[in-house]
């Protein structure tokens, strides 16, 4: 890419040379996925596995990295026509890289692996979100973005360092076999860094701060990507490696019901673990994003707080520890991706028109550009968790599995409860974005037009949206059958 | 087995019939506005011929009570076709005696909103594919015999109300419509919670009602989950403490909205409460000395009470009829919980002949008066003597009141009646507290027809410039819903015996399974 841009486009006007290269990016995807697709032809679930499982490729991970591959060619698409920078071979050329580290991400059991994969990933987000030439507040995200993420780094190599140390295996199962015993000291602090390094991947709050600034310094097509596909992989991973390689680390949050009804407190027991570790991150994640959400202005920054809100959900699932869970993660991923590249998408489609992407700037839009604001009526509902779009299914999914993983105690049913009382709440910034879109007379009476090239890829995600709604079930049977044919988990 | 996708026995077409609406109504240019009035008025009328030839094909089975004998009541309409095994939710349909006029009324508001909307000009095509989305998802509601099909099709119907309102609406429109959303959303939330605690009770492995119905749930945790669900759909009922949204959401609202979120949404509220949680919570009702039946009739009867004297003292018109909405719910509430027959007919009467009442009275206010004067407030109305300009609208809002009073003739009398009978059986100190509810109602129905159109001569109405004249939408739509007020009235068996044969195999499933 960087080749073609240099040697042969140099002369070119800026315009052609993004279609050129964004061309070619596009093409190099679509055929990275017919590659993907026809080794799902292959019977079997392993494809390839080595010794130190540094790469398996099973079914599951070859669907993971269909997933990625088309959210990457998804945000390339957005990317084409949305003017920011000059430096389109670079700019390409390193969303490639994060995608290559995406797919080592999502087919990996090894911890070195995992650790190099990650870093390739992030060094490439932290420039592309810096790529929007002239804004301030590109270079700032992409500032923040970096010195969060390479604290983070640390913590969870220091993490690894000790938990790699004390057991001597690297690979997930050799792990989950050396942990099998339980926790000591040594190994529960190890467990702690590694969590919290997890954390700041996630952005789990408390350690999301960087997201609000990334996500709305960002160019919108790396906000679009940094929110889907690194996303979809980092949480894979994360749940990989807590649910196998520490199983025996779980411990539990269950709310102590019998107790308290009895009068015992004393008898609850509080099992240190990653569940107790994740239960706190995902509680605190839930109330603050949603809160935090409220006040925003800007619509890529309050759609940055709501995917932290979204991390708490989805932690609930990783919580449930068993394959039913995972599995819901997954479809909730699935659901989750489609639904927010939608909604950055329109936003980046507009953005130039509109003169900005604040809340206000939306004003009137069912009057400038009926077809739009349908568009994002659909992926702003599903995020809110309507039906019948994916975002209601994926999250009652979600919680259902999560309290049937423990039915007779129901000990996760309170993390339930402050799920939805926050999205109780969420409601009402989803709602906000809506009324400015629908309700407000515009400010500008000018009809906005926006290309096909933008329009054909939100529709077909918007009817993506509609049938993961209200048809759920291929979706839940393909990631069962996945789940349990990788037969991570026991 | 289903019966055949063309036939008279799917009532599910109720809901396509919509859906189609919508989208025929969005595939025609915004600028034909007639024929986007028609479309939607066509689609609407079409559901109710549905609903109506339902009610009337279903017959009461004879004989035979419990489990078996329910599961027969639903079967005529039954309609179960998969949907999510790996939850264990099905698309599980049915219809019996409760449900169906619940079906026939939605389809009556639905067509008499609409022909009261007629004078919509604002964004006209967005306007009636809203109405239609939201008339769709409470068709699903009354039809659904899977808790999460009914839950999604009770989701499903909470964004609509907030763009009508927002777009549409008047006074504080956007305001009142975050507040009913929150409101409505909020609880169902509760709702939520009590759903996935429920199925993962019982196993899950089926989110089917009647499935659901034969586990045997423990008593602690009915005790837990029962509040969760009937609080959490009683926000929707208008259940006094969290009525605040009623009043305030059907006031901003433009007169369709008005008449379905009092007429049948309310209703919603009151049908899940039934449907799921006294269904499958019996027990929590009568446990504990019967703590919650004891709550719950009494923050009923307080609903009637408040919502009564609130009414009384209103300066706008529309919030009269607001307040008086949460007054006659608490009647459907409080036979709620009377678990005998005669109250819970009662309480689906009440809930059917409310339906009426209130899109009449919203109708009339909101269209007849406040579309022409544009002022609600009584204090303004007073000094036009309405009765001279609208004779019409003085007419309807006499005979709607006399019938929101409980007079005989009138469907509301009927399932008062019944109402208070059945609660006389457990609660009589109540039952005499809600008697005074009644004579205040008299007494703010009266005070409001007074002032709004016999006010005083004299005082400069004569020089008011002419309305515009009553249109015939307004008085077909009228004569409709009067005829349905006076025609239950005098034969409420029409509806009763269908209401009373469910009821009477509703309490036997419940009573077996209390000990």
Redesign the interface.
């Given at each position: 890419m960087l080749l073609v841009d240099v040697g042969l486009l140099r002369a070119k006007e800026p315009a052609s040379r993004a279609a050129w290269i964004g061309g070619l990016t596009v093409l190099g995807l679509v055929g990275v996925l017919a590659l993907l697709g026809q080794h799902l032809a292959v019977t079997g679930d392993l494809y390839f596995m080595d010794r130190d499982r540094v790469l398996v490729i099973d079914r599951l991970a070859i669907v993971l990295r269909i997933i990625i591959v088309a959210l990457a060619l998804g945000a390339s698409l957005l990317s084409i026509r949305y003017p920011f920078t000059k430096h389109y071979g670079e700019y390409f050329a390193l969303l490639l890289f994060a995608t290559v580290g995406l797919n080592l991400l999502v087919a990996t059991e090894n911890l070195l692996m995992f650790f190099v994969a990650l870093e390739l990933l992030s060094v490439c987000l932290y420039a592309l979100t810096g790529m929007h030439r002239g804004v301030l507040r590109s270079a700032e995200g992409a500032v923040k973005y970096f010195m969060v993420g390479a604290l983070s780094s640390a913590f969870l190599l220091f993490g690894l360092s000790w938990i790699v140390g004390s057991t001597g295996a690297t690979d997930l199962p050799a792990l989950r076999d050396a942990l099998a015993g339980g926790g000591n000291a040594l190994r529960l602090t190890g467990l702690v860094f590694v969590v919290v390094g997890l954390g700041f991947k996630l952005a789990a709050v408390p350690f999301h701060t960087w997201t609000p600034d990334a996500y709305q310094g960002a160019p919108t097509p790396v906000t679009a990507f940094i929110a889907t596909a690194s996303k979809v992989a980092s949480f894979v991973v994360g749940a990989k490696i807590l649910l196998v390689g520490f199983a025996g680390m779980a411990g539990s949050a269950h709310w102590p019901w019998r107790e308290l009804?009895s009068g015992t407190f004393g008898a609850a027991r509080i099992e240190p673990g990653w569940v107790l570790l994740l239960a706190v991150l995902a509680a605190a994640s839930m109330i603050w994003g949603n809160l935090a959400a409220l006040t925003q202005k800007n619509v890529k920054r309050m759609l940055a707080y709501s995917s932290i809100a979204h991390t708490g959900y989805l932690l609930l699932g990783v919580m449930a520890a068993n394959q039913a869970g995972l599995t819901a993660v997954l479809a909730y991923l699935v659901a989750y991706a489609v639904t927010t590249l939608g909604a950055f998408g329109v936003v980046a489609a507009l953005t130039r028109q509109l003169g900005g992407d604040d809340l206000e700037d939306l004003d009137g839009l069912?009057r400038r550009a009926p077809g739009m604001a349908l568009l994002l009526l659909v992926f702003v509902?599903s995020l809110a968790g309507?039906?019948?779009l994916a975002g209601?299914?994926a999250k009652?999914?979600l919680?259902?599995v999560a309290?049937?993983a423990d039915?007779?105690e129901?000990g996760l049913?309170w993390l339930?409860?402050v799920g939805?009382?926050g999205?109780?709440v969420s409601?009402?910034y989803y709602?906000l974005i809506?009324?400015h879109a629908?309700?407000h007379a515009p400010r500008r009476s000018d009809p906005v037009r926006v290309d096909t090239l933008w329009m054909v890829p939100l529709v077909v995600l918007a009817v993506l949206v509609v049938v993961i709604g209200a048809?759920?079930?291929p979706l839940?049977?393909l990631f069962?059958a996945l789940v349990e044919g990788a037969g991570l988990i026991r | 087995m289903n019966a055949p996708l063309f036939s008279l026995a799917r009532l599910d077409w109720t809901i396509y019939l919509s859906w189609i609406g919508v989208l025929a109504v969005l595939l025609i240019p915004a600028g034909k506005k007639e024929a986007i009035r028609w479309t939607a008025l066509a689609f609407a009328a079409a559901s109710l011929v549905v609903a109506c030839v339902g009610l009337f094909t279903w017959a009461p089975a004879t004989g035979g009570s419990g489990m078996d004998a329910l599961r027969a009541s639903f079967k005529p309409f039954e309609v179960t076709l998969p949907w999510i095994p790996a939850l264990g939710a099905s698309y599980h349909l049915g219809a019996d005696g409760i449900s169906l006029p619940l079906l026939v009324l939605t389809g009556v508001v639905a067509v008499t909103g609409i022909l009261f909307s007629w004078n919509q000009e604002n964004r006209v095509k967005e306007f009636f594919a809203f109405l239609l989305l939201l008339v769709s998802g409470v068709y699903g509601v009354f039809l659904s015999l899977d808790v999460l099909l009914l839950f999604a099709f009770y989701e499903l119907a909470i964004i609509p109300k907030y763009f009508i309102i927002a777009i549409w609406g008047s006074t504080r429109k956007e305001y009142a419509a975050m507040k009913l959303v929150l409101y409505s959303f909020a609880g169902s939330s509760l709702v939520f919670v009590g759903i996935i605690a429920l199925w993962a009770k019982a196993g899950g492995t089926t989110f089917d009602l009647l499935a659901l119905k034969e586990v045997a749930f423990a008593t602690d945790f009915q005790v837990f989950c029962f509040p969760l669900i009937f609080v959490g759909f009683a926000v929707l009922a208008g259940m006094w403490p969290f009525h605040t949204w009623a009043p305030t959401g059907h006031s901003a609202a433009p007169t369709a909205a008005s008449m379905l979120l009092a007429g049948v949404v309310m209703k919603l509220g009151a049908y899940g409460c039934l449907r799921v949680g006294i269904f499958l919570f019996p027990e929590a009702l009568t446990a504990y000395g019967g703590f919650w039946q004891l709550t719950i009739a009494v923050l009923a009867v307080i609903g009637i009470v408040y919502g009564a004297g609130a009414a009384l003292v209103q300066r706008d018109f529309k919030f009269v009829v607001g307040y008086s909405s949460v007054s006659h719910m608490g009647f459907v509430l409080l036979g709620l919980v009377t678990l005998n027959t005669v109250g819970l007919d009662g309480a689906v009467l009440q809930m059917f002949s409310h339906g009426i009442v209130a899109s009449l009275l919203f109708a009339t206010v909101g269209r007849m008066v406040y579309d022409r004067t544009h002022t609600r407030e009584l204090s303004e109305l007073r000094s036009m003597r309405l009765v001279t300009q609208l004779p019409f609208a003085a007419v309807v809002f006499i005979i709607g009141g006399l019938a929101s009073m409980g007079l005989p003739g009138f469907s509301g009398f009927v399932a008062e009646m019944q109402v208070l009978v059945g609660a006389w059986q457990h609660f009589p100190w109540l039952t005499i507290i809600t008697g005074a509810g009644i004579v205040v109602t008299v007494w703010y129905t009266f005070r409001a027809f007074l002032t709004a159109f016999f006010g005083e001569s004299g005082a400069g109405g004569e020089h008011l410039e002419p309305l515009p004249p009553i249109t015939w939408q307004e008085r077909t739509a009228s004569f409709i819903l009067l005829a349905l007020l006076v025609l239950v009235g005098v034969l409420p068996s029409i509806l009763l015996d269908r209401i009373d044969a469910s009821a009477q195999l509703f309490i036997n499933s419940i009573t077996q399974a209390i000990p």
């Amino acid at each position: 890419m960087l080749l073609v841009d240099v040697g042969l486009l140099r002369a070119k006007e800026p315009a052609s040379r993004a279609a050129w290269i964004g061309g070619l990016t596009v093409l190099g995807l679509v055929g990275v996925l017919a590659l993907l697709g026809q080794h799902l032809a292959v019977t079997g679930d392993l494809y390839f596995m080595d010794r130190d499982r540094v790469l398996v490729i099973d079914r599951l991970a070859i669907v993971l990295r269909i997933i990625i591959v088309a959210l990457a060619l998804g945000a390339s698409l957005l990317s084409i026509r949305y003017p920011f920078t000059k430096h389109y071979g670079e700019y390409f050329a390193l969303l490639l890289f994060a995608t290559v580290g995406l797919n080592l991400l999502v087919a990996t059991e090894n911890l070195l692996m995992f650790f190099v994969a990650l870093e390739l990933l992030s060094v490439c987000l932290y420039a592309l979100t810096g790529m929007h030439r002239g804004v301030l507040r590109s270079a700032e995200g992409a500032v923040k973005y970096f010195m969060v993420g390479a604290l983070s780094s640390a913590f969870l190599l220091f993490g690894l360092s000790w938990i790699v140390g004390s057991t001597g295996a690297t690979d997930l199962p050799a792990l989950r076999d050396a942990l099998a015993g339980g926790g000591n000291a040594l190994r529960l602090t190890g467990l702690v860094f590694v969590v919290v390094g997890l954390g700041f991947k996630l952005a789990a709050v408390p350690f999301h701060t960087w997201t609000p600034d990334a996500y709305q310094g960002a160019p919108t097509p790396v906000t679009a990507f940094i929110a889907t596909a690194s996303k979809v992989a980092s949480f894979v991973v994360g749940a990989k490696i807590l649910l196998v390689g520490f199983a025996g680390m779980a411990g539990s949050a269950h709310w102590p019901w019998r107790e308290l009804s009895s009068g015992t407190f004393g008898a609850a027991r509080i099992e240190p673990g990653w569940v107790l570790l994740l239960a706190v991150l995902a509680a605190a994640s839930m109330i603050w994003g949603n809160l935090a959400a409220l006040t925003q202005k800007n619509v890529k920054r309050m759609l940055a707080y709501s995917s932290i809100a979204h991390t708490g959900y989805l932690l609930l699932g990783v919580m449930a520890a068993n394959q039913a869970g995972l599995t819901a993660v997954l479809a909730y991923l699935v659901a989750y991706a489609v639904t927010t590249l939608g909604a950055f998408g329109v936003v980046a489609a507009l953005t130039r028109q509109l003169g900005g992407d604040d809340l206000e700037d939306l004003d009137g839009l069912a009057r400038r550009a009926p077809g739009m604001a349908l568009l994002l009526l659909v992926f702003v509902l599903s995020l809110a968790g309507i039906p019948p779009l994916a975002g209601f299914i994926a999250k009652f999914n979600l919680f259902a599995v999560a309290v049937r993983a423990d039915a007779q105690e129901l000990g996760l049913l309170w993390l339930v409860f402050v799920g939805l009382a926050g999205s109780a709440v969420s409601l009402y910034y989803y709602v906000l974005i809506l009324k400015h879109a629908l309700v407000h007379a515009p400010r500008r009476s000018d009809p906005v037009r926006v290309d096909t090239l933008w329009m054909v890829p939100l529709v077909v995600l918007a009817v993506l949206v509609v049938v993961i709604g209200a048809w759920p079930q291929p979706l839940l049977e393909l990631f069962g059958a996945l789940v349990e044919g990788a037969g991570l988990i026991r | 087995m289903n019966a055949p996708l063309f036939s008279l026995a799917r009532l599910d077409w109720t809901i396509y019939l919509s859906w189609i609406g919508v989208l025929a109504v969005l595939l025609i240019p915004a600028g034909k506005k007639e024929a986007i009035r028609w479309t939607a008025l066509a689609f609407a009328a079409a559901s109710l011929v549905v609903a109506c030839v339902g009610l009337f094909t279903w017959a009461p089975a004879t004989g035979g009570s419990g489990m078996d004998a329910l599961r027969a009541s639903f079967k005529p309409f039954e309609v179960t076709l998969p949907w999510i095994p790996a939850l264990g939710a099905s698309y599980h349909l049915g219809a019996d005696g409760i449900s169906l006029p619940l079906l026939v009324l939605t389809g009556v508001v639905a067509v008499t909103g609409i022909l009261f909307s007629w004078n919509q000009e604002n964004r006209v095509k967005e306007f009636f594919a809203f109405l239609l989305l939201l008339v769709s998802g409470v068709y699903g509601v009354f039809l659904s015999l899977d808790v999460l099909l009914l839950f999604a099709f009770y989701e499903l119907a909470i964004i609509p109300k907030y763009f009508i309102i927002a777009i549409w609406g008047s006074t504080r429109k956007e305001y009142a419509a975050m507040k009913l959303v929150l409101y409505s959303f909020a609880g169902s939330s509760l709702v939520f919670v009590g759903i996935i605690a429920l199925w993962a009770k019982a196993g899950g492995t089926t989110f089917d009602l009647l499935a659901l119905k034969e586990v045997a749930f423990a008593t602690d945790f009915q005790v837990f989950c029962f509040p969760l669900i009937f609080v959490g759909f009683a926000v929707l009922a208008g259940m006094w403490p969290f009525h605040t949204w009623a009043p305030t959401g059907h006031s901003a609202a433009p007169t369709a909205a008005s008449m379905l979120l009092a007429g049948v949404v309310m209703k919603l509220g009151a049908y899940g409460c039934l449907r799921v949680g006294i269904f499958l919570f019996p027990e929590a009702l009568t446990a504990y000395g019967g703590f919650w039946q004891l709550t719950i009739a009494v923050l009923a009867v307080i609903g009637i009470v408040y919502g009564a004297g609130a009414a009384l003292v209103q300066r706008d018109f529309k919030f009269v009829v607001g307040y008086s909405s949460v007054s006659h719910m608490g009647f459907v509430l409080l036979g709620l919980v009377t678990l005998n027959t005669v109250g819970l007919d009662g309480a689906v009467l009440q809930m059917f002949s409310h339906g009426i009442v209130a899109s009449l009275l919203f109708a009339t206010v909101g269209r007849m008066v406040y579309d022409r004067t544009h002022t609600r407030e009584l204090s303004e109305l007073r000094s036009m003597r309405l009765v001279t300009q609208l004779p019409f609208a003085a007419v309807v809002f006499i005979i709607g009141g006399l019938a929101s009073m409980g007079l005989p003739g009138f469907s509301g009398f009927v399932a008062e009646m019944q109402v208070l009978v059945g609660a006389w059986q457990h609660f009589p100190w109540l039952t005499i507290i809600t008697g005074a509810g009644i004579v205040v109602t008299v007494w703010y129905t009266f005070r409001a027809f007074l002032t709004a159109f016999f006010g005083e001569s004299g005082a400069g109405g004569e020089h008011l410039e002419p309305l515009p004249p009553i249109t015939w939408q307004e008085r077909t739509a009228s004569f409709i819903l009067l005829a349905l007020l006076v025609l239950v009235g005098v034969l409420p068996s029409i509806l009763l015996d269908r209401i009373d044969a469910s009821a009477q195999l509703f309490i036997n499933s419940i009573t077996q399974a209390i000990p």
